[in-house]
């Protein structure tokens, strides 16, 4: 695994960053670094999800995306907040997250017994603080960091495919203190921070 977890830290100096594949299984995208918690072909980064920091330098994802992954993150005492955090945390200034999962409710949500997070269109204002829909009143209820919504598109018995940009902090979004906290600790170099990355 550290021969990987080196190769990401050689791209990452050739480069001025990198796109993500969150919870790539066995299917990476092409051109995409792969993370995931499972030890399979493909996966260049072996690491829970759930677990922060992950081994990635503050700012270093071009775009990233998670298809079919965030149904799995656990919603209860925030990790999924943390999940979203963790995704800000590492994009680059107006980078884009792509997310598709199963609609909640929908066939396909309830046939994987893993399935524990189900997520709508109105689940993406509670990281809005500027959505039109809502004019921040979701977001107001947690204040995590700020993302806007660009495009959402579902169907309640199919799928939900939203693309997130990474907002700057404003003073205005009153970002709550303790997710401020968590981005502002120094953070060690991806090599070093690698060398603990292990199949969990």
């Known amino acids: 695994m550290k021969k990987k977890n080196e190769d990401i830290s050689s791209i990452l100096k050739e480069h001025s960053g990198i796109k993500l594949d969150i919870g790539c299984g066995a299917s990476k995208q092409p051109g995409f670094i792969g993370m995931d918690y499972r030890e399979l072909p493909g996966v260049d980064i072996v690491h829970n999800l759930e677990k922060f920091p ?3 330098p503050d700012k270093s994802v071009l775009v990233a995306l998670s298809s079919h992954v965030v149904e799995h993150i656990n919603p209860h005492g925030g990790t999924f907040i943390d999940f979203m955090n963790e995704a800000w945390r590492v994009l680059k200034e107006d980078g884009e997250f792509l997310i598709s999962t199963p609609y909640a409710g ?9 399935h524990c997070n189900g997520c709508t269109e109105m689940t993406w204002e509670y990281f ?7 004019g921040g009143q979701f977001y107001n209820i947690y204040k995590p960091l700020p993302w806007k919504i660009k495009t959402c598109f579902w169907d309640i018995n199919g799928n939900l495919e939203v693309v997130l940009v990474k907002r700057k902090i404003d003073k205005s979004y009153k970002v709550d203190e303790h997710y401020l906290k968590n981005i502002s600790k120094p953070k060690t170099n991806v090599s070093n921070r690698s060398r603990s990355t292990k199949k969990v």
């Open 54 to 56: 992950w081994p990635l």
């Open 106 to 114: 929908s066939p396909g949500y309830w046939w994987d017994p893993t």
């Open 128 to 134: 809005d603080p500027l959505s039109p829909l809502t």
